[in-house]
């Protein structure tokens, strides 16, 4: 059985037209957007191996970049948040939010 991890994607595309087709797919593949180049998820893994796919078809490695960072923003180790709250609601209760 395959467990849930949660992730956070960020990604640097010169291309607007790229970038707006990887965001949607990343958000068709369950991953949220906290702004236009980061997204977040609770996903299984083989969400995230998609995530990797879709990054590979869309950054150009000579001038983009992307990466995908476990993280655990619904634990109680977030140290700070603001905005978004309801996006984590859903997940895990968030413990520090102004």
């Not at 990466?67 to 609601?89: A, C, P, W």
């Amino acid at each position: 059985m395959e467990m849930e991890k949660e992730v956070l994607i960020c990604y640097d595309i010169e291309s607007n037209k790229k970038r707006e087709k990887l965001r949607k797919e990343l958000k068709e593949l369950g991953f949220v957007s906290i702004q236009k180049s980061v997204m977040w998820g609770y996903v299984l893994p083989a969400e995230i191996r998609a995530a990797q796919r879709l990054l590979k078809k869309y950054v150009d490695e000579k001038g983009d970049c992307a990466f995908i960072v476990n993280t655990r923003l619904s634990e109680k180790d977030l140290y700070f948040q603001i905005g978004h709250e309801e996006m984590f609601k859903k997940y895990k209760e968030p413990y520090l939010v102004v």
